[in-house]
């Protein structure tokens, strides 16, 4: 942990009934990456971040949650756009490039 930064508690759930799945581990890790690093960045203290993987059906669903700020429903479909980020005073007051969910 950095001298300014604040602890961030973490919470790993996975239910046993998942199957094996096929998938890009490395593309996966650096999903995962951008939003665990966007969860804790955006957090409130106490943050706490849970980190979900479970099975509904033939589905497989990995979930991210925090008590951050969250994005607006207006916002929403624009986070895949290369360097886009929210217009929120929060957002300028945290570092970023706004490369984090942008598809190449």
């Avoid at 966007?38 to 203290?45: D, F, G, R």
Wanted: hydrophobic letters at 35%.
């Amino acid at each position: 942990m950095h001298e300014n930064e604040e602890p961030c508690e973490i919470h790993i759930q996975v239910t046993e009934d998942i199957p094996p799945i096929l998938f890009d581990r490395d593309t996966i890790a650096e999903v995962l990456w951008n939003l665990l690093h966007n969860a804790v960045k955006y957090s409130h203290p106490p943050k706490r971040v849970s980190v979900k993987l479970e099975r509904d059906g033939d589905t497989v669903t990995l979930a991210v949650v925090d008590n951050g700020i969250g994005i607006p429903k207006r916002e929403q479909k624009r986070i895949f756009e290369r360097f886009y980020r929210m217009d929120d005073t929060l957002t300028r007051e945290v570092q970023g490039s706004g490369l984090g969910l942008a598809d190449d």
